[in-house]
């Protein structure tokens, strides 16, 4: 059984387009999390949600908004995609959103803006 | 703020040999840190990780990492490399608050026959 599970897994898309990315974990985790993960492999936090509250909100462009519709989904919806845009997003989960806590990665979403 | 510094963005070492991938991090308080690991296309996963019990602490995969505070440092070990160990590796720090992780910018690790 898959932990945390992202779809799709790859998305190729025009500029101007608008995308979303699903997230689902069946951990029973608390908190869940969106990063982006750019062409130099560089890692950023982008938000986190504990309970379906916003925790962290990073600066991110406002074309970006998170939905959590429950505590196991967190998506990401991007509007009127730009080519820096392109990059792999990682959703992740953990138990309670603690400093100690283990965050589960999914699989990625290979985003290309073309 | 809190950071970590990865030296090395690429390190090789030969199949067998001791493998040191070097995490220093700066913060002013007690830091937790954190080794996770990236194969190719997939998703990262946590090595180990350093909250404020013992100062050397054990991992997946025969991984070993010491927190020095007097040397700001966190580096991840291995005394024998195997081939299935060539990935990318992130040292991490989480800072309160929602466990924000903040990520170094990676070694990619080759092992050689």
């Known amino acids: 059984d898959t932990a945390v599970s992202q779809t799709p897994k790859y998305l190729v898309t025009q500029m101007g387009n608008d995308k979303s990315i699903k997230c689902e974990q069946n951990?029973?985790?608390?908190?869940m999390y969106w990063y982006k993960q750019d062409s130099k492999k560089f890692l950023k936090i982008m938000f986190s949600?504990?309970?379906?509250?916003?925790?962290i909100n990073e600066t991110v462009p406002n074309r970006f908004s998170p939905k959590s519709p429950d505590k196991a989904h967190l998506n990401l919806h991007i509007n009127s995609l730009e080519l820096g845009d392109s990059a792999v997003y990682f959703c992740?989960?953990?138990?309670?959103?603690?400093?100690?806590?283990?965050?589960?990665f999914g699989p990625g979403t290979r985003l290309t803006v073309l | 703020a809190q950071s970590v510094t990865q030296l090395g963005s690429h390190v090789s070492v030969s199949e067998g040999a001791l493998v040191l991938l070097r995490c220093n991090y700066s913060?002013?308080?007690?830091?937790?840190l954190f080794w996770y690991v990236q194969y190719p296309n997939q998703g990262l996963q946590l090595l180990l990780k350093?909250?404020?019990?013992?100062?050397l602490v054990k991992g997946i995969n025969g991984f070993e990492a010491e927190f020095k505070k007097s040397e700001t440092s966190f580096h991840l070990t291995k005394p024998s490399a195997h081939m299935s160990d060539a990935a990318e590796y992130f040292c991490?720090?989480?800072?309160?608050?929602?466990?924000?992780?903040?990520f170094g910018t990676g070694t990619q690790l080759k092992v050689e026959l």
């Open positions: 992740a989960s953990s138990p309670q959103g603690s400093s100690t806590d283990t965050q589960y």
């Open positions: 951990l029973g985790h608390d908190t």
């Open positions: 949600y504990n309970n379906k509250e916003l925790i």
């Open positions: 913060s002013s308080v007690p830091p937790y």
């Open positions: 350093y909250t404020s019990a013992a100062t």
């Open positions: 991490a720090v989480s800072k309160g608050g929602g466990n924000k992780l903040t």
